[in-house]
């Protein structure tokens, strides 16, 4: 059963770069053509999506963050990567990543990691 | 991109149905049949009940369904339980692209 798990600093510091890792367990990230994607919730709102990853590498990312936003994978440690550039405040959010069978929807989740952009 | 518009909230009895409504646009919602639904439950991972409009993935209940008509999409939950109430968000395949959530809408089971 495929499972996922988000990892990274829980704090950062406006204008700097959040970084965070998920982890996949119970499957190879680069094994089927499927997709990994982010997600967020910034405290009291809704989710918003931030961008996808192919198992080849090809990226797709929300236009209001593309500038911003770099998703990698890395096959050797089954691992695939967010970084934001440039966070303000409107970063704060509870981050999740998920895996996608066919780009338009995410099942399963990980359990998402929340990072504070603060100073 | 605009988020997707869910009502902020429905309620309903249990046994009774529901039906939380996601109103998109012409390049997202009426353009493509890939509408998904999910439930959340505050603190643990969001679950898909709903993709591609209408159908449910392995193990989800057939108490919920989906529709589309337009740019409009539906998530219907019959025979209300308690353990339904949660946050639940739709989400669709846009023109640009991309993928776009609604807001998300709060079930209560009175």
């Known amino acids: 059963q495929l499972q996922l798990q988000e990892s990274g600093p829980g704090l950062v510091k406006p204008s700097e770069t959040l970084s965070l890792t998920c982890t996949v367990s119970?499957?190879?990230?680069?094994?089927?053509?499927?997709?990994w994607g982010w997600i967020r919730q910034p405290p009291g709102k809704g989710l918003e999506w931030i961008g996808s990853?192919?198992?080849?590498?090809?990226?797709y990312y929300n236009p209001s963050l593309k500038s911003r936003v770099t998703i990698s994978v890395d096959t050797s440690k089954n691992q695939f990567s967010l970084k934001l550039t440039s966070v303000t405040a409107a970063d704060t959010a509870v981050y999740y990543c998920?895996?996608?069978?066919?780009?338009?929807?995410?099942?399963?989740w990980g359990q998402g990691t929340l990072v504070t952009v603060s100073s | 991109q605009s988020a997707l518009t869910q009502p902020a909230s429905v309620s309903g009895s249990p046994g009774q149905s529901i039906t939380i409504s996601c109103t998109g646009t012409s390049s997202d919602v009426g353009a493509y049949n890939y509408v998904s639904w999910y439930q959340h439950h505050p603190g643990k991972a969001p679950k898909v009940m709903i993709y591609d409009v209408s159908n449910r993935p392995s193990g989800v209940s057939d108490r919920f369904s989906g529709s589309k008509s337009g740019n409009t999409a539906s998530l219907t939950i019959s025979g209300l339980q308690a353990e339904d109430e949660a946050d639940y968000y739709c989400?669709?395949?846009?023109?640009?692209?991309?993928?776009?959530f609604g807001g998300g809408t709060k079930l209560t089971v009175l």
């Open positions: 990853i192919y198992y080849s590498g090809s990226t």
């Open positions: 119970g499957g190879s990230i680069s094994s089927s053509r499927y997709y």
């Open positions: 998920a895996w996608s069978r066919d780009y338009n929807w995410f099942d399963p």
């Open positions: 989400s669709s395949y846009t023109s640009s692209s991309s993928l776009v």
